[in-house]
C-alpha cells in the first residue's frame, strides 16, 4: 500500500507552547489528508478533513483555533497544537487519500505522534 | 446516520486456532467497508477492504473478511491464529457522499495464547 510518514513520533513540550506535526504522502498525490486523535484504549476520533489548497473541516467540538491545519500541497499536511494544555496530550494519527475515486476508497495512516504536555 | 458496532472488545484465542472478529453496520446507502490492524503505539494498517464485485475480500497476513449485506455484516476471520496477530483491529464503514470519511468502531483487542 502507500506510504504516509507523520513527524515526530513523539514530543514533549512545555504547556503553553506551540507543537507542530508533519503528515507526508511519500509515494501518492494526497487530495484528502484526515486529522484524528486516539485516547488510551479508545477508537480514533475524527478531528477535521483537509483538501489540498482548502480551509480544513473541523468536526464538531473541535476547536480550529486550537488545532491549525494546513495542507499547501498534494504531499504535505500539518497540524498545529497551539498553546498545548496537558489536556492535549493525546495520540493524534494523520491518514490521506488520493483522488482515486470509487475504486479506491481506502486512507492510508501515519505512525502517529504521541503528544505529551508537561 | 452511520455507525459501525464491533461485537467484542476484547478476543483471546489460542496459537493456530480460528480468529473470528464481528462487525455490523448501519446506514442508508452502500458502504465501503474496511478492517485495520494497530500495533501497540503505531498506525494503522490496513488489512483488507470492500468495495464492490466480490463479497469475499481477501487481505494482508491470512485474514479475509465477508460482507453480507442482508446481516449488515463485515466479519473478518483467519483460519489459524499466529502470536503476532495479537494487536487491536478495527472495522470502518464510509461512503463517497461523505468525502469518503472513516468510521470506525470500537476496535477489538486480540490477545493470542500459546
Known amino acids: 500500500g502507500a506510504v504516509v510518514s507523520q513527524h515526530p513520533s513523539r514530543v514533549i513540550c512545555k504547556s503553553g507552547t506551540s507543537v507542530k506535526i508533519e503528515c507526508r504522502s511519500l509515494?501518492?498525490?494526497?487530495?484528502?489528508m484526515f486529522w484524528y486523535r486516539q485516547f488510551p484504549k479508545q477508537s480514533l476520533m475524527l478531528m477535521a478533513t483537509?483538501?489540498?489548497?482548502?480551509?480544513?473541516?473541523?468536526e464538531q467540538g473541535v476547536e480550529k483555533d486550537k488545532f491549525l491545519i494546513n495542507h499547501a500541497s498534494l504531499t504535505l499536511s500539518t497540524l498545529t497544537v497551539t498553546s498545548a494544555h496537558p489536556e492535549d496530550s493525546s495520540f493524534y494519527i494523520c491518514?490521506?487519500?488520493?483522488?482515486?475515486?470509487?475504486?479506491?476508497?481506502?486512507?492510508?495512516f501515519g505512525q502517529g505522534t504521541r503528544l505529551t504536555v508537561v | 446516520a452511520q455507525s459501525v458496532t464491533q461485537l467484542g472488545s476484547h478476543v483471546s484465542v489460542s496459537e493456530g486456532a480460528l480468529v473470528l472478529l464481528r462487525c455490523n453496520y448501519s446506514s442508508s446507502v452502500p458502504p465501503y467497508l474496511f478492517w485495520y490492524v494497530q500495533y501497540p503505539n503505531q498506525g494503522l494498517q490496513l488489512l483488507l477492504k470492500y468495495t464492490t464485485g466480490a463479497t469475499l475480500v481477501k487481505g494482508i497476513n491470512g485474514f479475509e473478511a465477508e460482507f453480507k449485506k442482508s446481516e449488515t455484516s463485515f466479519h473478518l476471520t483467519k483460519p489459524s491464529a499466529h502470536m503476532s496477530d495479537a494487536a487491536e483491529y478495527f472495522c470502518?464503514?464510509?461512503?463517497?457522499?461523505?468525502?469518503?470519511?472513516?468510521?470506525f468502531g470500537a476496535g477489538t483487542t486480540v490477545t493470542v495464547r500459546a
Open positions: 509515494d501518492f498525490q494526497a487530495t484528502t
Open positions: 483537509s483538501n489540498e489548497g482548502s480551509k480544513a473541516t473541523y
Open positions: 491518514s490521506a487519500r488520493s483522488s482515486g475515486g470509487l475504486r479506491n476508497p481506502e486512507a492510508f
Open positions: 470502518a464503514v464510509s461512503f463517497w457522499s461523505n468525502d469518503y470519511k472513516l468510521s
